[in-house]
Nanobody, 125 residues
């Protein structure tokens, strides 16, 4: 059974950093698409970053380019999101997600087959 566990959220002052982790089990991690999404209260779930685990290609939302970095440790089946220069508008619940058969639009939540339970990130000014 596929299982994603995301951790690492917290409360941080604007300008600070956090690193989110997502441990994946139950399938061959090295041949999929892994993404980070976020959802703030009253807003739609938003694609933040994605990595295609086979080749390592990455894409980012414009709002986080230059501040966030998605990476992976294939040996540990773990996905990361390093978040620097955090802003209050980054406050949201963050989720990792897995698309086992890549081919859809990475920003579309419907593309993904499995989700983590979410980890809260709060940035205060």
């Amino acid at each position: 059974q596929v299982h994603l566990v995301d951790t690492g959220g917290g409360s941080v002052q604007a300008g600070g950093s956090l690193r989110l982790s997502c441990v994946v089990s139950g399938y061959t991690y090295s041949s999929s698409c892994m993404g980070w999404f976020r959802q703030a209260p009253g807003k739609e779930r938003e694609g933040v970053a994605v990595i295609y685990t086979g080749g390592g290609m990455t894409y980012y939302a414009d709002s986080v380019k230059g501040r966030f970095t998605i990476s992976q440790d294939n040996a540990e089946n773990t996905l990361y999101l390093q978040m620097n220069s955090l802003k209050p508008e980054d406050t949201a619940m963050y989720y990792c997600a897995a698309d086992l058969f890549p081919g859809g639009t990475w920003r579309d939540p419907m593309t993904y087959d499995y989700w983590g339970q979410g980890t809260q990130v709060t940035v205060y000014s």
